[in-house]
């Protein structure tokens, strides 16, 4: 790919996963250009069911793109759990592949992940690269991946939860959608919901277990990573968590989730008054919900989850690190820069490249608002696409602090056998002896 370039960096890993370290590996040049990065004529990727609708049209483009530069493709298929256990593995040796394209739940806890100094500081190269702009892109989703100044991780697509309902059904409830722009108007007119129906009524319409029915969405931050200090017990996590155990038994007790808006069910349960809200998952999925409210006479009414925090909150999905034991970054961070390109970010159209989720790259997004316009009014699409773009906190997931932690020692409360204060003693504990591990 480069000519004449032959360059090693020794580069030593002290890393475990689980436990992390002090972060004290050698820092990246900051003037490091594309043409000092190291590489090799093989572009070693690991593919699985989850990242493949990405991977495989970015290769295609890289193999265009680069004839000289082999790509050597390790596919996992369905065998997720093998995939993860591989790279928990190999990455602590220094091996794996070059580029990690991920959704987050490869580790643990990405964040210790980066703590460890394993991922390659994009900073220094990015800043030195005339043909990367970081203003192209949405600021706010793209920081996540930044850890202590380092932008070890950076996101490919992101999401928010919108709650979709109806005009009709708000005003049969009683209640006024701008009561629900808070998150305290939104858990009081929820409880009051339950209550009417005697706990016997669905909220949601995809039920999310192990709470992640309000988080990220609801914009608490547990821990500061970089501060090591734990922030739970404050009056904004007291509202999440009884507002949270008002809807426990649903989240527990629900039966298998509906995924399809189109289903006959969906719409059956919400002419029903058997669910208040829908949630879909992907902006372009609320469209459909749209469409099908509007079959059945109701105007369709979208609504922002509403964050304790009062920052309207995302969540990273994919995301793409480069490793610093990787002897091919050069390619790694071309074939990085075409993940982030408009032919792979605004593949709208199921035909090219079915992007399910938000594209980082702005005009992406103007790419997808053009596409689904064509069948419905332009000014819905934008509202919308608006709601999901407007973010101004996002999260990168981590399944260590909310499954393992947080959910296990709130359990409890949630159940009513155990006081607040005692499960918030109990995760406060353990999640300051995990912070100082």
């Given at each position: 790919?480069?000519?004449?370039?032959?360059?090693?960096?020794?580069?030593?890993?002290?890393?475990?996963?689980?436990?992390g370290c002090d972060g004290s590996g050698d820092e990246n040049p900051k003037n490091e250009t594309f043409e000092q990065l190291p590489e090799t004529d093989k572009l070693v990727l690991y593919r699985h069911v989850n990242n493949k609708y990405l991977l495989d049209p970015a290769i295609k483009i890289f193999e265009k793109t680069y004839p000289d530069v082999e790509i050597e493709v390790r596919d996992f298929g369905d065998d997720l759990e093998t995939y993860m256990k591989t790279i928990q593995t190999e990455i602590p040796a220094g091996k794996g592949p070059d580029?990690?394209?991920?959704?987050?739940?490869?580790f643990p806890d990405i964040y210790k992940t980066m703590e460890a100094d394993v991922f390659y500081d994009l900073n220094g190269i990015?800043?030195?690269?005339?043909?990367?702009?970081?203003?192209?892109?949405?600021?706010?989703?793209?920081?996540?991946?930044?850890?202590?100044g380092k932008r070890y991780v950076m996101p490919i697509s992101y999401r928010t939860r919108i709650l979709i309902t109806s005009e009709e059904r708000l005003a049969e409830e009683g209640i006024k959608s701008n009561s629900l722009k808070t998150f305290g108007g939104y858990a009081s007119e929820v409880k009051k919901y339950l209550d009417k129906y005697n706990?016997?009524?669905?909220?949601?319409?995809?039920?999310?277990?192990?709470?992640?029915?309000?988080?990220?969405?609801?914009?608490?931050?547990?821990?500061?990573?970089?501060?090591?200090?734990?922030?739970?017990?404050?009056?904004?996590?007291?509202?999440?968590?009884?507002?949270?155990?008002?809807?426990?038994?649903?989240?527990?007790?629900?039966?298998?989730?509906?995924?399809?808006?189109?289903?006959?069910?969906?719409?059956?349960?919400?002419?029903?008054?058997?669910?208040?809200?829908?949630?879909?998952?992907?902006?372009?999925?609320?469209?459909?919900?749209?469409?099908?409210?509007?079959?059945?006479?109701?105007?369709p009414v979208f609504l922002p989850f509403p964050a304790a925090s009062g920052k309207t909150t995302a969540?990273?999905?994919?995301?793409?690190?480069?490793?610093?034991?990787s002897q091919n970054k050069a390619n790694a961070y071309a074939f990085l820069k075409i993940l982030l390109s408009e032919q792979i970010q605004g593949g709208a159209d199921p035909s090219n490249v079915n992007f399910i989720w938000v594209p980082v790259l702005n005009s992406a997004v103007d790419l997808h608002v053009e596409y689904h316009s064509r069948e419905r009014p332009k000014e819905e699409v934008e509202k919308c696409c608006a709601m999901s773009t407007d973010v101004k906190d996002c999260q990168i997931f981590s399944t260590k602090l909310t499954n393992d932690i947080f959910y296990q020692n709130m359990w409890p409360y949630f159940k009513g056998e155990e006081t607040y204060e005692n499960?918030?003693?109990?995760?406060?504990?353990?999640?300051?002896?995990?912070?100082?591990?």
């Amino acid at each position: 790919m480069k000519k004449n370039i032959v360059l090693v960096l020794a580069v030593s890993i002290l890393f475990t996963l689980l436990a992390g370290c002090d972060g004290s590996g050698d820092e990246n040049p900051k003037n490091e250009t594309f043409e000092q990065l190291p590489e090799t004529d093989k572009l070693v990727l690991y593919r699985h069911v989850n990242n493949k609708y990405l991977l495989d049209p970015a290769i295609k483009i890289f193999e265009k793109t680069y004839p000289d530069v082999e790509i050597e493709v390790r596919d996992f298929g369905d065998d997720l759990e093998t995939y993860m256990k591989t790279i928990q593995t190999e990455i602590p040796a220094g091996k794996g592949p070059d580029l990690i394209c991920s959704d987050g739940y490869e580790f643990p806890d990405i964040y210790k992940t980066m703590e460890a100094d394993v991922f390659y500081d994009l900073n220094g190269i990015i800043e030195n690269d005339p043909g990367f702009d970081i203003g192209d892109y949405n600021k706010v989703v793209l920081d996540s991946g930044v850890y202590k100044g380092k932008r070890y991780v950076m996101p490919i697509s992101y999401r928010t939860r919108i709650l979709i309902t109806s005009e009709e059904r708000l005003a049969e409830e009683g209640i006024k959608s701008n009561s629900l722009k808070t998150f305290g108007g939104y858990a009081s007119e929820v409880k009051k919901y339950l209550d009417k129906y005697n706990s016997t009524k669905l909220v949601y319409h995809v039920q999310y277990q192990w709470c992640l029915m309000y988080f990220p969405w609801c914009g608490l931050r547990a821990v500061d990573y970089e501060s090591k200090s734990v922030n739970v017990g404050g009056d904004d996590f007291k509202k999440v968590m009884e507002a949270y155990k008002d809807i426990y038994w649903q989240d527990i007790e629900a039966p298998d989730p509906i995924f399809s808006p189109e289903d006959e069910i969906t719409i059956g349960l919400f002419q029903a008054n058997e669910i208040l809200f829908i949630c879909s998952g992907a902006w372009y999925l609320d469209l459909q919900i749209c469409d099908r409210l509007s079959e059945i006479g109701h105007s369709p009414v979208f609504l922002p989850f509403p964050a304790a925090s009062g920052k309207t909150t995302a969540k990273v999905e994919n995301m793409a690190e480069i490793l610093n034991s990787s002897q091919n970054k050069a390619n790694a961070y071309a074939f990085l820069k075409i993940l982030l390109s408009e032919q792979i970010q605004g593949g709208a159209d199921p035909s090219n490249v079915n992007f399910i989720w938000v594209p980082v790259l702005n005009s992406a997004v103007d790419l997808h608002v053009e596409y689904h316009s064509r069948e419905r009014p332009k000014e819905e699409v934008e509202k919308c696409c608006a709601m999901s773009t407007d973010v101004k906190d996002c999260q990168i997931f981590s399944t260590k602090l909310t499954n393992d932690i947080f959910y296990q020692n709130m359990w409890p409360y949630f159940k009513g056998e155990e006081t607040y204060e005692n499960c918030v003693n109990k995760t406060r504990n353990e999640l300051e002896l995990y912070m100082s591990e």
